[in-house]
Nanobody, 121 residues
Framework: VQLQASGGGLVQAGGSLKLACEYSELPFSSYIIGWFRQAPGKERAFLAAIRWGGSSTYYADSVKGRFTISRDNAKHSVYLQMNSLKPEDTAAYYC???????????????WGQGTLVTVSS
C-alpha cells in the first residue's frame, strides 16, 4: 500500500486549502484512511478519518466544523478540505491507512510522506 499526500502550501489566516491523498489498492474495503498532522516539536495528532468502503467519518474535536474529509474511490483519493485556517494549523500533514476507525497513530500501518501547510497571520 502506498499513499501520496499533496496540496500543502502557504495560506493566510482565514483561508482554505484542500489536501489530497492518493492511495494504491487497499487490502480490504473496510480499510480506513486518516489524516494527521505534526507541528514542530509536537506529537503527531489525529484530524479525521473515513472508511474506504463506506461513509463513516470521524473527526478530532479540534477541527470539527472547520475540516471535512471526503473520498473519491474512482480516483483512489481521500481529501481534507480545511477552512478558516489559523496560524496554529501550521504543520506537516500526513495521510495514513489502517484496518480500524481510530485516532491512534499505532492503528495505522501505512503512511504517506507529509505535505507542509503554513498559515500566516
Amino acid at each position: 500500500v502506498q499513499l501520496q499526500a499533496s496540496g500543502g502550501g502557504l495560506v493566510q489566516a482565514g483561508g482554505s486549502l484542500k489536501l489530497a491523498c492518493e492511495y494504491s489498492e487497499l487490502p480490504f474495503s473496510s480499510y480506513i484512511i486518516g489524516w494527521f498532522r505534526q507541528a514542530p516539536g509536537k506529537e503527531r495528532a489525529f484530524l479525521a478519518a473515513i472508511r474506504w468502503g463506506g461513509s463513516s467519518t470521524y473527526y478530532a474535536d479540534s477541527v470539527k466544523g472547520r475540516f471535512t474529509i471526503s473520498r473519491d474511490n474512482a480516483k483512489h483519493s481521500v481529501y481534507l478540505q480545511m477552512n478558516s485556517l489559523k496560524p496554529e494549523d501550521t504543520a506537516a500533514y500526513y495521510c495514513a491507512a489502517g484496518p480500524r476507525l481510530s485516532s491512534l497513530t499505532d492503528d495505522y500501518n501505512y503512511w504517506g510522506q507529509g505535505t507542509l501547510v503554513t498559515v500566516s497571520s
